[in-house]
């Protein structure tokens, strides 16, 4: 038996033979070309159907994975009509008088290749996006069909690394597992894995080779352990590792429909975040009490211009009445970062993470975002709907947009446009320094949501997207307690309610910490819901 260790990116147990990923194999020659015009229109019919296979995808993922997620595909589809990506390619055919699949695999591979060298891990992880858009648009050019069947029996799928379309189009009934040798645990194909419910192992380097073929193997995707020829232990220990993590799940059923109490009979609120309208199915379906953050910035992304204000109202109403008598805190615009839109011009930083983003793009553009609250207010008159402003560092800010908000409802009422005129406003902790002044905050404010992804980068100086970095991301450094507790006290010295939103409000092995803190509300992906209700009904 051979132990390969890896990281485990999605939760999960499975066994079967190997087998490596073969993708359909390109031969893209170097052809001289005459007509450089009638090459150059032949690209561009390849991009148009491109874009069209990507919207379909994008539609039909958005029901397995949510349409935040297979938004992915649509901003695929952006890609195919950037200039920054077709000009280079364009360019090769005219000068080099090449064919397009040529032009398409060199230049788009040095467009991939400069990403790919740049520092930010984020940026780095869209050179597989250029690669994946490259490789099917030279699949169309060359008039072959992109494969992404993996036989006529499930099995441990392997490959150097996976492209989001190869992931996002597997046959699920095929797939016992994904294995690969490269990857990261925020890419949107470990993403993918997990919201697909996927076992899924990356990182296993050159070990992971095509020597190991048709062997058969076990994966633990929560240790990110790789057994080839699993003995009678390993398989017997990890089948009953399966049943209980079953009978777990199954146990979980029962706290389904009840209210979110402690054994005292304390309440607690127990929250989903989501992305996007499609989400609320997986709210609902995750039993959440409501929603404690709406990424509303998912109107922005994957677009080529400012939504309006009817096209933002129509999605925030939808909402709400899907969630009825249930709370829908909606966080207002989040762009910045490492969420761009080239629409917003925004400038190259050289820190964005502590650059324009957030609350300051919206109080530099008052109109941008006047715009946003007013669909968020007519949105109001429909469900129980409560705003809140991200990355707030200091009262004045606070204050700042509150009186936007207020115009926003005075110009409303002067309309007789119906809203609910006492829609609560909440701000989200992410900062130090909205820490330190929270005392102060919390008397301008309705409630408090702690962001702890940002709060703790902003604590430890370590960028969350630097995946190089990241063995000194400690989420449970007791400075972030602190605050954490801080924070919790001073709103409730103020009589306002406090949550988590970030993404340690899902660990369980916290949870007991926050209860003891006097924590109000958490608000988690919606599959952990029911695990998190089951731990807190035995406090």
Not at 90 to 108: D, F, H, N
Not at 173 to 198: D, P
Not at 232 to 237: D, V
Not at 532 to 539: G, K, P, Q, T, V
Request: hydrophobic residues 40%.
């Amino acid at each position: 038996m051979i132990t390969l260790q890896g990281k485990g990116v999605s939760r999960g147990i499975a066994a079967g033979r190997i087998v490596f990923f073969e993708r359909s194999n390109f031969v893209v020659e170097k052809k001289p070309v005459t007509d450089t015009a009638g090459e150059i229109e032949r690209f561009k019919a390849a991009c148009s159907t491109a874009a069209a296979q990507l919207s379909e995808l994008a539609a039909k993922m958005a029901e397995k994975v949510g349409s935040e997620n297979a938004r992915l595909f649509e901003i695929h589809c952006m890609m195919l009509s950037d200039t920054d990506y077709t000009d280079p390619i364009i360019k090769m055919i005219e000068t080099q008088r090449v064919c397009a699949e040529y032009a398409v695999m060199e230049a788009g591979g040095r467009l991939a290749q400069d990403f790919a060298e740049m520092d930010d891990e984020y940026m780095k992880e869209r050179a597989i996006d250029i690669q994946d858009v490259s490789r099917r648009v030279i699949a169309i050019l060359s008039g072959t069909q992109q494969d992404v069947t993996s036989g006529p029996e499930p099995v441990i799928l392997a490959s150097d690394d996976f492209t989001p379309s190869e992931t996002a189009q597997f046959d699920r009934s095929k797939v016992l597992a994904l294995v690969s040798q490269a990857g990261a645990a925020n890419s949107h194909t470990a993403i993918f894995a997990r919201t697909m419910g996927i076992p899924a192992i990356i990182g296993l380097g050159a070990s992971l080779s095509s020597g190991l073929a048709n062997k058969e193997a076990a994966i633990d995707g929560e240790t990110g352990v790789l057994y080839i020829d699993p003995d009678k232990k390993i398989l017997n220990e990890l089948s009953e590792k399966k049943k209980r993590i079953e009978k777990e799940n199954a146990l979980l059923e029962k706290f389904r429909g009840k209210p979110t109490l402690t054994k005292g009979g304390r309440k607690i609120k127990l929250y989903a975040n989501i992305g996007s309208v499609a989400d609320v199915e997986a709210a609902l379906g995750g039993d959440a009490e409501g929603i404690g953050l709406l990424r509303s910035e998912f109107m922005y992304l994957g677009r080529d211009d400012y939504p309006n204000e009817d096209i933002q109202y129509e999605s925030y109403r939808k909402v709400a009445e899907k969630m009825g008598e249930r709370q829908v805190i909606i966080r207002t615009l989040d762009i910045g970062a490492d969420k761009q839109a080239g629409y917003f011009g925004l400038p190259h930083e050289e820190n964005p993470a502590l650059g324009m983003r957030a609350i300051r793009i919206c109080l530099t553009r008052p109109e941008l975002f006047k715009t946003q609250l007013r669909a968020i207010y007519r949105a109001s008159a429909f469900g129980n709907v409560a705003i809140m402003f991200p990355m707030i560092s200091s009262v004045q800010e606070l204050r700042s947009a509150k009186e936007l908000a207020a115009e926003v409802r005075k110009e409303l009422a002067a309309e007789k446009i119906a809203f609910n005129e006492k829609t609560p406003i909440g701000i989200m902790i992410e900062t130090p320094a909205s820490v330190i002044i929270s005392d102060l905050l919390a008397k301008e404010a309705d409630f408090f949501s702690i962001g702890t992804n940002d709060l703790t980068q902003y604590t430890l100086a370590v960028d969350r997207q630097n995946e190089a970095i990241s063995d000194f991301v400690d989420t449970h450094h007791e400075a972030i307690l602190r605050m954490i507790r801080m924070t919790i006290e001073n709103a409730h010295k103020a009589g306002i309610w406090c949550g988590i939103c970030g993404m340690l409000g899902a660990e369980s092995d916290l949870t007991q910490t926050f209860m003891d803190m006097g924590l109000d509300e958490l608000s988690v992906e919606p599959s952990y819901i029911l695990n998190l209700r089951s731990r807190i009904a035995e406090m």
